[in-house]
């Protein structure tokens, strides 16, 4: 909290006096200091011009190898109430006992309705002890009317925690929008399905199926119906047209039962593995870049704008040949787009 005047504010409206220098605090992230990360969290979501520039310092200076190859970035997704709090919670006991390292990023979509429009998603991931263990980090954030999407925010969150933490989760409800999202997100993709509901036959349906690369059934205590619905999702899955190797497992597990969590770690290591053997993770991470600065621009500027520099081919050559740095390239794209609207005036 910074003070303004005589009104006492938050930290993501801080005063341009009040911002970090972005080079110190990017070491401190590296070095995994979690107040540092929750200090650069909310740099990022300042939207203030000199923030903007400081953001983009920080984020360039994160940038490097690792944010390429490095890290397990994975997006965790599936209808309302299926217990994907629940179970990721299960998931960071699993990972924390073997000593690796979580940030999670808890995404709601504010116009849930029974929310409230709230950030709440964050507050059902219960961990014992979460507030002292310095290897995990937790951070709810509020999706901001992005018509049921992920806020454009997300991407550069997750990859400040990339820089932070061994594993970094996005768990989003999975509204339509949010699913395609979040395949823009992570590395690996999870669909956590809920037994015998109307949701998971609707989402069979429409073809949103092709994005997750793991299914997880959860709530396989019910019995039968979840045995149904995962051989459902099963036959579903193997029948799409797939052009990789990966096979798309389908797991059954119990957040509550603490059941088939260590299968379902297995599969998000192996997946890892296959993206990196694959040569997949780099080429994968550079198609998200290029996929979020493309948002970001039609969202300021529209197609027009993204047409004057070159459309989203030339956004994606100018990127690749950045090697890592979206951010700092993305800002000199708006600046020549700001300079062309300028002259064409
Ligand atoms: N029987 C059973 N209930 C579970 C299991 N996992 C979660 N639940 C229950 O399902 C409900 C929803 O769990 P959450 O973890 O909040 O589900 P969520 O998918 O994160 O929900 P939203 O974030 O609201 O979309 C809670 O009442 C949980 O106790 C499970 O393995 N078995
Ligand atoms: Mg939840």
């Given at each position: 909290m910074v003070w303004r005047g005589w009104v006492r504010c938050p930290d993501h409206q801080m005063t341009p006096a009040a911002l970090p220098d972005p080079e110190q605090l990017a070491l401190r992230i590296l070095r995994r200091e979690r107040a540092a990360v929750a200090r650069g969290l909310n740099l990022l979501d300042n939207k203030l011009a000199e923030a903007r520039q400081c953001s983009v310092r920080l984020l360039a200076a994160l940038s490097g190898e690792h944010s390429l190859n490095g890290g397990h970035l994975i997006?965790?997704?599936?209808?309302?109430?299926?217990?994907?709090?629940?179970?990721?919670?299960?998931m960071i006991r699993e990972w924390r006992r073997a000593g690796r390292t979580v940030g999670v990023l808890a995404v709601d979509p504010s116009s849930r309705p029974e929310l409230g429009g709230g950030a709440l998603l964050g507050d059902r991931i219960r961990i014992k002890n979460a507030a002292h263990d310095e290897g995990l980090f937790i951070r709810s954030l509020a999706n901001r009317n992005q018509?049921?999407?992920?806020?454009?925010?997300?991407w550069p969150m997750s990859w400040l925690m990339l820089a932070a933490?061994?594993?970094?989760?996005?768990?989003?409800?999975g509204v339509g929008q949010t699913e395609i999202d979040i395949a823009e997100i992570g590395d690996t993709v999870c669909y956590v399905a809920q037994p015998a509901s109307g949701d998971t036959i609707q989402y069979l349906k429409s073809g949103i199926i092709e994005i997750p690369d793991i299914f997880a059934v959860n709530k396989s205590d019910l019995g039968a119906a979840a045995y149904k619905t995962a051989g459902e999702i099963g036959r579903s899955a193997s029948r799409q047209d797939r052009r990789d190797d990966w096979d798309y497992p389908v797991c059954l597990v119990s957040a509550t039962m603490n059941t088939g969590i260590t299968e379902l770690h297995g599969n998000f290591d192996r997946h890892r593995s296959f993206l990196a053997h694959a040569g997949l993770l780099?080429?994968?991470r550079t198609r998200h870049q290029s996929a979020w600065v493309v948002r970001?621009?039609?969202?300021?500027f529209g197609t027009f704008g993204v047409e004057l520099i070159g459309g989203y081919a030339e956004i994606g050559k100018r990127l690749?040949?950045?090697?890592?740095?979206?951010?700092?390239?993305?800002?000199?794209m708006r600046q020549q787009i700001i300079s062309r609207f300028k002259s064409s005036d």
């Amino acid at each position: 909290m910074v003070w303004r005047g005589w009104v006492r504010c938050p930290d993501h409206q801080m005063t341009p006096a009040a911002l970090p220098d972005p080079e110190q605090l990017a070491l401190r992230i590296l070095r995994r200091e979690r107040a540092a990360v929750a200090r650069g969290l909310n740099l990022l979501d300042n939207k203030l011009a000199e923030a903007r520039q400081c953001s983009v310092r920080l984020l360039a200076a994160l940038s490097g190898e690792h944010s390429l190859n490095g890290g397990h970035l994975i997006g965790i997704t599936g209808p309302p109430g299926a217990g994907k709090s629940s179970l990721v919670s299960a998931m960071i006991r699993e990972w924390r006992r073997a000593g690796r390292t979580v940030g999670v990023l808890a995404v709601d979509p504010s116009s849930r309705p029974e929310l409230g429009g709230g950030a709440l998603l964050g507050d059902r991931i219960r961990i014992k002890n979460a507030a002292h263990d310095e290897g995990l980090f937790i951070r709810s954030l509020a999706n901001r009317n992005q018509l049921g999407g992920v806020a454009t925010e997300v991407w550069p969150m997750s990859w400040l925690m990339l820089a932070a933490f061994d594993i970094v989760v996005v768990e989003t409800v999975g509204v339509g929008q949010t699913e395609i999202d979040i395949a823009e997100i992570g590395d690996t993709v999870c669909y956590v399905a809920q037994p015998a509901s109307g949701d998971t036959i609707q989402y069979l349906k429409s073809g949103i199926i092709e994005i997750p690369d793991i299914f997880a059934v959860n709530k396989s205590d019910l019995g039968a119906a979840a045995y149904k619905t995962a051989g459902e999702i099963g036959r579903s899955a193997s029948r799409q047209d797939r052009r990789d190797d990966w096979d798309y497992p389908v797991c059954l597990v119990s957040a509550t039962m603490n059941t088939g969590i260590t299968e379902l770690h297995g599969n998000f290591d192996r997946h890892r593995s296959f993206l990196a053997h694959a040569g997949l993770l780099q080429k994968l991470r550079t198609r998200h870049q290029s996929a979020w600065v493309v948002r970001v621009l039609k969202e300021e500027f529209g197609t027009f704008g993204v047409e004057l520099i070159g459309g989203y081919a030339e956004i994606g050559k100018r990127l690749e040949a950045q090697y890592g740095n979206q951010f700092e390239e993305c800002e000199r794209m708006r600046q020549q787009i700001i300079s062309r609207f300028k002259s064409s005036d």
